[in-house]
């Protein structure tokens, strides 16, 4: 790591997870020790400023004060380390995931390519040995061309199966509820979906949820007025239905659809969905963007920490809304495409745990 963490209680628990050692064996250890390396490199070679985030007032760097992040709450989507564990497996990632202070991870399948075949029993097993909760997974919402699809749609029972055999709280979906279409009776339909897959998975005592992208705060083709993220919430069973809000993807819709067709304002608040509904969202996807309004949605993607979002502000409202917040909560960092996906997973890390609470800029 290029630096070490100024915060205590991260430093005991970095120094008892550094001792426990990489599970795949010496190749894979230097071929990953190797690349974070190069990484790090680069990232110093960047100068001041740079490679750590910019200095936008949001609290960046260590200091004193309360950690914006609760204990044990920070994991990763594994989608933003695909390219590791097709080539490496599973194992060496979780070593360094552990090596960088991830408490937890969500999955996105559950293969690792060349690496050989691996059971979801084994999957858990090896989490658990690096320290990492397995809290969540993202599965296909449907694939009606193909009944034997791997989605909730064709093989609902199958999906909660592999949850209950990793031992998850939470099994979800990223596709957007749009398998009827854009109006207000097809997002009814598909919140009708949601509905049953979150009573077949409260019953095995896990939580259904969907994952936004930008388009789901767009307006019904039918009826131009009605958000359609909001018939989701109004359909949807807040007992049986949860959402895992992709922040970035929230505030490029904030970018996109706060005005309708016709040219009238509609204010989107990320924030304040949260805040008016802070019980639905358990999840949330901590990914960070460069403000950019020459491009469609307002922001170019970056690691966590190097953009324009101000985690300090969302996460310090969120957690602190009751006394149970920052329990509540799960915070897993993402990128869609990182450049070195290590590097993205140990810089997010740094960046996330060095947030204080009352520093100057609030």
Known sequence: MSRTFKD?????????RNILGVAAGATAATIIGTATAQAAGRDHAQGPGKGHGHDHGHG???????????????GIQLYSLRDKISTLGFAPVFAELEKYGYDEIELAG???????????AQLKRLAKDHGLNPIGSHVGYYDDNNPGAYTFAQNLEKVLDDAQTLGLKHIGTASGPFRYGSTV??????????????AAARKRGMKFYQHNHAEEFSF??????VRLYDVLLAETDPGLVYLEMDIYWAYCAQFRFSKRADGT??????????LKHPNRYPLFH??????DDTTRDGYRMSDVGDGDIDYKTFLSKVTNRTHQGRSYHHWQAEHDNP?????FARKSSEHLHSLREGRCGD
Do not use: C, M
Not at 60 to 71: A, C, Q, R, T
Not at 114 to 119: F, L, N, Q
């Open 8 to 16: 205590a209680e991260l430093a005991r628990r970095l120094s008892r």
């Open 60 to 74: 960046h760097g260590p200091g004193k004060g309360k950690p914006v992040l609760p204990p044990g709450r920070l």
């Open 110 to 120: 559950y293969s690792q390519g060349s690496a050989g075949p691996i059971t979801p």
């Open 185 to 198: 009776d097809g997002w009814k339909r598909a919140a009708d979906d949601f509905n049953e897959y979150g």
């Open 220 to 225: 019904a083709t039918d009826k131009p007025k």
């Open 265 to 274: 304002r509609a204010p989107l608040d990320p924030l304040k969905y949260v």
């Open 286 to 291: 901590v990914k960070d963007g460069v403000r």
């Open 339 to 343: 450049v070195e996906s290590l590097a």
